[in-house]
């Protein structure tokens, strides 16, 4: 397993199925897992599901040989921090898990497109009713409108629902990457929300990228 090279990070155990995944979570209570979307008995998302119901705090995860939107959506809405295609470089892997453990790992550029894509006008989630393509509510209650937030924590917001990284927006705006942690923070105690992708959706949703669609 390629984050067992990394003394960044200690395994703390295995599962080989859905049902064993949910028992060993509530057993070890580890920080985070690295759970696979295909699994023999109850699959990846079901046990998503359960371990976050149990452990809300645990950070999730998801492993899969396909980039399926209808998946990706699911596991965002199932309560998962992140997602990983089996193809991407032991680097790439290692760099994005060490984000999501520390609560700094961005949004990456292919779901903040994909995302766009199902929210524009002429998008899927316009065009369709289909509840497999449409954008999931949050895991917790309705957010507020946006008007708790200032000037400054709505371009943060856009700028990450376009998918930048901390140190991005910090270089775009201005400002430091701890100003823009900080930032991140009271947004999310604000909205209510717990992740990039959760304030992502709630920025299309409210309209927020209206006003720089297209921008960089």
Known sequence: MIVSEDPFFEIAGEASGGEEAVARAEELQPDLILMDIRMP???????????????????????TVSDDIADLFEAIKRGAQGYLLKNLSPSAW???????????????????TRILQEFLPG?????????????????????????PLTERE???LERVARGDSNREAASALGISENTVKNHLKNILQKLHLDNRVQLARYAYENGLMDRGAGGG
Do not use: F, H
């Open 41 to 63: 008995g109850v699959g990846g998302l079901e046990a998503t599901s359960r371990i976050k119901a149990s452990l809300p705090s645990v950070k999730i995860v998801m492993v």
């Open 94 to 112: 290692l760099d994005y898990l060490r984000a999501v453990s520390l609560d700094q790992a961005p949004m990456s550029r292919e779901l903040a």
């Open 123 to 147: 998008g899927r989630a316009s065009a369709s009713a289909d509840p497999r393509t449409a954008i999931p509510s949050s895991p917790r209650m309705a957010a507020p409108a946006l008007s």
């Open 154 to 156: 709505k371009e943060i």
